[in-house]
């Protein structure tokens, strides 16, 4: 599984989605999903839920 993919399924459009979401660049995402898998979820549900706030606007 690729953090595209993961960010994908978890409903984004895309791992740029997820940067901007979260203000964390591309490439700190990967390196994180490689190596600090843990901190990566927390981005990524972090960003998960800023999506869902901004369409119950």
Same mark, same amino acid.
């Given at each position: 599984?690729?953090?595209? @993919?993961? =960010?994908?399924? =978890? /409903?984004? @459009?895309?791992? $740029? +989605?997820?940067? !901007?979401?979260? /203000? $964390?660049? $591309?490439?700190?995402?990967?390196?994180?999903?490689?190596? *600090?898998?843990?901190? &990566?979820? &927390? *981005?990524? *549900?972090? =960003?998960?839920?800023? @999506? !869902? *706030? @901004? /369409?119950? +606007?």
């Amino acid at each position: 599984m690729t953090p595209s @993919k993961t =960010a994908k399924l =978890a /409903g984004l @459009k895309s791992l $740029v +989605e997820l940067s !901007e979401l979260t /203000g $964390v660049s $591309v490439s700190t995402l990967k390196h994180r999903f490689k190596h *600090n898998r843990h901190l &990566f979820d &927390f *981005n990524l *549900n972090r =960003a998960l839920l800023r @999506k !869902e *706030n @901004k /369409g119950s +606007e």
